[in-house]
Structures are given as structure tokens and as C-alpha cells.
């Protein structure tokens, strides 16, 4: 039987990776594939091969996730060369690794800079993964998010404060 990494690498070159395709091979939070995952992800972000990171983070979702990912999502959010930066920042909301706190926050400043009426679905899931960690520090950087001058990001931020019962004054 061909092994998983191959498989993945075979789906993504086909066409856009379908979390049921990849469901037929990886066991649901088996947490069986995490470092083979790691290496497949590293290998899509030095190729910048947007196909292969995007079926390597629904195979991770689907093996289970955990903080050993953390280091690299967090790499992952920060760059550009890709189409999944949204659905890192929801990994990096489930997983609540205090280690993501500086990079969740920095991405949601850029995002801010990016959009002035528009939405801002980067900044959002950023903040709303701060919240989900729910600690001294990502409360601090929600509340310096909540004074922003971007009326949409701190709207968010003030809003993720509120439904943490940790108002901002």
C-alpha cells in the first residue's frame, strides 16, 4: 500500500484536494501521521506548492492536530505564497498555543492595514484565536487590538473582549 505522503502528493496534483478524498486514507484524530504530516507541509512551503499545503493541512485537521504544528503554522500565517492563511489562524484557534499569541496578533495588524470599510476575515479569525487561548498575554494584545484605528478591527477585537467577559474601558 503506497504511503500517505505519496497518496496526499498524488491527490494534489490531480485537482483541488477534497477533504472527503483525503478522509479515505487518513483515520479521523488518529494523531498517526502528525511528523509525516510536518515534513509534508514543510515540503509544500519550500516548493511553495499551494496544492500540496492545502491537502497536507486538511489531512492534518483530519489525523488530529496538536502544538507540535504550532511552530510551523505559525511560519505559515505569516507568508503570503498561499490561499490558506484563514483556515491556519482556525487550526491555531483549536489548538490555543500560548506560543502563537506575538504571531496572531502581528497578522491581524497586517491584515488590518489591508482593508479600511471592507471586512476583514484574517484579522477576525486572528483575534477570535487570541480569545480561544484566553490567557494574561493574548488578552493584553486583544485589548492593544481593541483600541486600533481601523473601526472593523477593533469592533472585533472589542466584541471577541465581550464574549470573554473582559470588557474593554
Given at each position: 500500500?503506497?504511503?500517505?505522503?505519496?497518496?496526499?502528493?498524488?491527490?494534489?496534483?490531480?485537482?483541488?484536494?477534497?477533504?472527503?478524498?483525503?478522509?479515505?486514507?487518513?483515520?479521523?484524530?488518529?494523531?498517526?501521521?502528525?511528523?509525516?504530516?510536518?515534513e509534508?507541509?514543510?515540503?509544500?512551503?519550500?516548493?511553495?506548492?499551494?496544492?500540496?499545503?492545502?491537502?497536507?493541512?486538511?489531512?492534518?485537521?483530519?489525523?488530529?492536530?496538536?502544538?507540535?504544528?504550532?511552530?510551523?503554522?505559525?511560519?505559515?500565517?505569516?507568508?503570503?505564497?498561499h490561499?490558506?492563511?484563514?483556515?491556519?489562524?482556525?487550526?491555531?484557534?483549536?489548538?490555543?498555543?500560548?506560543?502563537?499569541?506575538?504571531?496572531?496578533?502581528?497578522?491581524?495588524?497586517?491584515?488590518?492595514?489591508?482593508?479600511?470599510?471592507?471586512?476583514?476575515?484574517?484579522?477576525?479569525?486572528?483575534?477570535?484565536?487570541?480569545?480561544?487561548?484566553?490567557?494574561?498575554?493574548s488578552?493584553?494584545?486583544?485589548?492593544?487590538?481593541?483600541?486600533?484605528?481601523?473601526?472593523?478591527?477593533?469592533?472585533?477585537?472589542?466584541?471577541?473582549?465581550?464574549?470573554?467577559?473582559?470588557?474593554?474601558?
Open positions: 500500500m503506497m504511503n500517505v505522503a505519496l497518496q496526499l502528493k498524488e491527490i494534489a496534483k490531480i485537482n483541488r484536494p477534497l477533504a472527503p478524498d483525503i478522509k479515505l486514507i487518513i483515520p479521523c484524530r488518529k494523531h498517526q501521521y502528525t511528523d509525516s504530516l510536518i509534508l507541509i514543510n515540503e509544500a512551503r519550500f516548493q511553495k506548492n499551494d496544492l500540496l499545503l492545502e491537502c497536507s493541512l486538511i489531512a492534518s485537521e483530519t489525523d488530529g492536530l496538536n502544538n507540535k504544528y504550532t511552530d510551523l503554522f505559525c511560519k505559515l500565517l505569516e507568508e503570503n505564497w490561499s490558506s492563511q484563514e483556515d491556519i489562524a482556525e487550526y491555531l484557534e483549536e489548538l490555543k498555543d500560548i506560543n502563537s499569541i506575538d504571531t496572531l496578533f502581528s497578522v491581524a495588524l497586517l491584515d488590518e492595514s489591508k482593508y479600511d470599510d471592507e471586512p476583514i476575515p484574517l484579522a477576525k479569525k486572528c483575534i477570535w484565536a487570541l480569545g480561544a487561548i484566553n490567557d494574561k498575554k488578552l493584553k494584545k486583544l485589548q492593544m487590538l481593541a483600541t486600533s484605528r481601523n473601526p472593523l478591527l477593533k469592533e472585533a477585537a472589542v466584541a471577541e473582549l465581550k464574549k470573554l467577559n473582559n470588557s474593554f474601558e
